[in-house]
T-cell receptor, first 113, second 115 residues
Framework: GEKVEQHQSTLSVREGDSAVINCTYT??????FPWYKQEAGKSLHFVID?????DRKQSQRLTVLLDKKAKRFSLHITATQPEDSAIYFC????????????FGLGTRVSVFP | EAAVTQSPRNKVAVTGGKVTLSCNQT?????MYWYRQDTGHGLRLIHY???????EKGDIPDGYKASRPSQENFSLILELATPSQTSVYFC??????????????FGSGTRLTVL
């Protein structure tokens, strides 16, 4: 089955700088790649996603890049703020439905002043 | 206001005991999911449901049952709890519409400790 690897377990970034979280996947059939955020002591919520028919998607300070050839996708956070501190989970799926999602282990992002 | 509500927030159970985790959603979503979150494993799908009366096995269903008596409610049942089931459990509803990718809406989680 699909395996999703998040390459950094932790990431520290100075406030105002950019953060990049990298993920790789194994199944070439995967076509949907969402990101979820979990703030300390809270639940997960959706932040952004990308489909395999595009290689870039931006939403405000978040950008997702997809390299299908390398089976790699990444989340870029620009102008980081304290509220960006959280655990970010990448995921991959071959289908539109969540039962097909495989999650990475998460990257803890810490934004320091 | 929370659209996905889990209860209890924390639970301590004894080995061999029965545990029921409850989830209620007001999103009117057809799909609901139970995950567990463990260090080193991320989120893993236990059971899911397409609607009232339906339950399906996820990736790690062994030792768990699920029940979906209504659109709003989805329970996870551990008939004979074991220490290996100590974990944080998340319920989610999904807005799957077939033509576009499904977004999950998570509850706050239940921390279960089996002694």
């Amino acid at each position: 089955g699909e395996k999703v690897e998040q390459h950094q377990s932790t990431l520290s970034v100075r406030e105002g700088d950019s953060a990049v979280i990298n993920c790789t996947y194994t199944d070439t059939a995967s076509s949907y790649f969402p990101w979820y955020k979990q703030e300390a002591g809270k639940s997960l919520h959706f932040v952004i996603d990308i489909r395999s028919n595009v290689d870039r998607k931006q939403s405000q300070r978040l950008t997702v890049l997809l390299d299908k050839k390398a089976k790699r996708f990444s989340l870029h956070i620009t102008a980081t703020q304290p509220e960006d501190s959280a655990i970010y989970f990448c995921a991959a799926s071959m289908s539109n439905y969540a039962q097909g999602l495989t999650f990475g282990l998460g990257t803890r992002v810490s934004v320091f002043p | 206001e929370a659209a996905v509500t889990q209860s209890p927030r924390n639970k301590v159970a004894v080995t061999g005991g029965k545990v029921t985790l409850s989830c209620n959603q007001t999103n009117n979503h057809n799909n609901m999911y139970w995950y567990r979150q463990d260090t080193g494993h991320g989120l893993r799908l236990i059971h899911y449901s397409y609607g009232a009366g339906s339950t399906e096995k996820g990736d790690i269903p062994d030792g768990y049952k699920a029940s979906r008596p209504s659109q709003e409610n989805f329970s996870l049942i551990l008939e004979l709890a074991t220490p290996s089931q100590t974990s944080v459990y998340f319920c989610a509803s999904g807005d799957g519409r077939g033509g576009s990718a499904e977004t999950l809406y998570f509850g706050s989680g239940t921390r279960l400790t089996v002694l």
